[in-house]
């Protein structure tokens, strides 16, 4: 199973964007589910998950409270909310299985100026 990420895209500092995940073969609605990130020359970082009934969230102190993780099972989608986004939200961002990056698929890249 290959998760597709999208909706990443260049925005100033303070700004905001959704994210989208989804899967053209697979019910996301059966899986726990998050998002990591990995800017160049850097580890990944897990920063957000989701439980497969959407009732337990985690997010990682980088982006709790400006990072909103949801799903939508019945349209099989998961979504990352971002606002006060800033330069160091700067990455290419996969939704993924677990935090080892199962399932990622090319991701989307997000640039956040200064």
């Known amino acids: 199973v290959q998760l597709q990420a999208s909706g990443g895209g260049l925005v100033q500092a303070g700004g905001s964007l959704r994210l989208s995940c989804t899967a053209s073969?697979?019910?996301?609605?059966?899986?726990?589910i998050g998002w990591y990130r990995q800017a160049p020359g850097q580890a990944h970082e897990w920063i957000s998950c989701i439980s497969s009934s959407g009732g337990g969230t985690y997010y990682a102190n980088s982006v709790k409270g400006r990072f909103t993780i949801s799903r939508d099972n019945l349209k099989n989608t998961l979504y990352l909310q971002m606002t006060n986004l800033k330069p160091e939200d700067t990455a290419r961002y996969y939704c993924?299985?677990?935090?080892?990056?199962?399932?990622r698929g090319q991701g989307t890249q997000v640039t956040v100026s200064s």
């Open positions: 073969t697979f019910s996301l609605g059966s899986s726990a």
């Open positions: 993924a299985f677990d935090s080892r990056g199962s399932g």
